[in-house]
């Protein structure tokens, strides 16, 4: 299974960028895949997932209203569209899969792979 994250970049305060993942070696439709995020000296923490062919999408409140999680089957591919980004989003952004998550509390250690990450660098 690979995973690999890109779309990552510098933006100013306020702008959107979208990241992707592409997955290879997997059935897409059959897992959950997530977004978490890691910034320097903080923990991994969840951000958005997407489950059940995108029926089901999740957010961690602080990025709810300004970022959208979206998938294609078809290309084994997600998004991650970031809107009104703030400097507080500033992290290292990782993509993974898993075959089960817990919608009320989508838990790093719960993933199954993960890809590389991308590096999201929002500016003031």
């Known amino acids: 299974v690979q995973l690999q994250a890109s779309g990552g970049g510098l933006v100013q305060a306020g702008g959107s960028l979208t990241l992707s993942c592409a997955a290879s070696?997997?059935?897409?439709?059959?897992?959950?895949m997530s977004w978490f995020r890691q910034a320097p000296g903080k923990e991994r923490e969840f951000v958005a997932a997407?489950?059940?062919?995108?029926?089901?999408?999740l957010y961690a409140e602080s990025v709810k209203g300004r970022f959208t999680i979206s998938a294609e089957n078809t290309k084994n591919t997600m998004y991650l569209q970031m809107n009104s980004l703030k400097p507080e989003d500033t992290a290292v952004y990782y993509c993974?899969?898993?075959?089960?998550?817990?919608?009320?509390?989508?838990?790093?250690?719960?993933?199954?792979?993960w890809g590389k990450g991308t590096l999201v660098t929002v500016s003031s």
């Open positions: 070696g997997l059935t897409f439709s059959r897992f959950a």
């Open positions: 993974a899969a898993a075959t089960r998550i817990n919608p009320t509390n989508p838990d790093k250690n719960g993933m199954d792979y």
């Open positions: 997407i489950r059940w062919s995108g029926l089901s999408k």
